[in-house]
């Protein structure tokens, strides 16, 4: 629509001038002109079909951006596992006692308790979404004393916030100790049982 209306609008102005001009010279003929004029005309409409269609396509592009951050920025917390209970408790496998719990009523599934999120039909804490498996007996090259946490979710959160971190580590040596991995990832082998969360 947008386009149709840009390419009406140079036409008319096409028009407009081309009557000015013959108006304005008394027994002037522009059945001569006629023919250059609708091709600077037409030529003028293509390029403005041209700069609209860029731009129609620029904004496509920042919209598809803008869309796949907020897709990558934002995880949704599912509660149901897809699993039921019935009138036993919910297997072990949908994330322990801890994590999971059978719903009350006649249709009975395992539901994530608070602070938990269901992730392949497993309850795991909500702070984790985002990271991929832990690499066990692994370290990485953290990035220093400034950004250590206290527990393994200030961490996570800590990480998640910060566009340099590619993951959190856990130093098997310190354990009360937790560090934010330097981007890009880079791991080695360890030796004293430390483990390396990845970013998603």
């Not at 006629?34 to 293509?46: H, I």
């Not at 392949?120 to 007996?137: I, Q």
């Not at 040596?173 to 998603?200: E, I, Y």
Request: overall charge negative; some cysteine.
């Amino acid at each position: 629509m947008a386009t149709r209306a840009v390419l009406l609008l140079a036409a008319g102005i096409a028009a407009l001038a081309r009557s000015q001009h013959c108006d304005s010279v008394p027994g002037a003929s522009c059945l001569d002109d006629e023919a250059s004029l609708l091709q600077s005309s037409s030529k003028e409409a293509a390029a403005t079909k041209a700069h609209v269609q860029e731009h129609e396509s620029k904004k496509e592009i920042q919209q598809h951006n803008a869309s796949s951050k907020l897709q990558h920025s934002e995880h949704t917390c599912e509660k149901d596992t897809g699993g039921k209970c019935g009138w036993s408790t919910c297997d072990a496998s949908r994330g322990g006692d801890e994590a999971v719990e059978c719903t009350s009523g006649w249709y009975k599934f395992c539901k994530c308790k608070e602070g938990y999120c269901a992730v392949g039909g497993k309850c795991v804490l909500e702070y984790t979404m985002g990271y991929g498996a832990t690499l066990t007996d692994t370290y990485c090259e953290d990035k220093g004393q400034s950004c250590k946490a206290s527990s393994e979710e200030e961490a996570h959160e800590k990480c998640t916030k910060d566009a340099a971190c590619a993951g959190v580590y856990h130093p098997g040596n310190h354990p009360q100790d937790w560090m934010l991995c330097k981007a890009p990832l880079k791991t080695m082998p360890s030796r004293d049982g430390s483990t390396v969360t990845p970013k998603d």
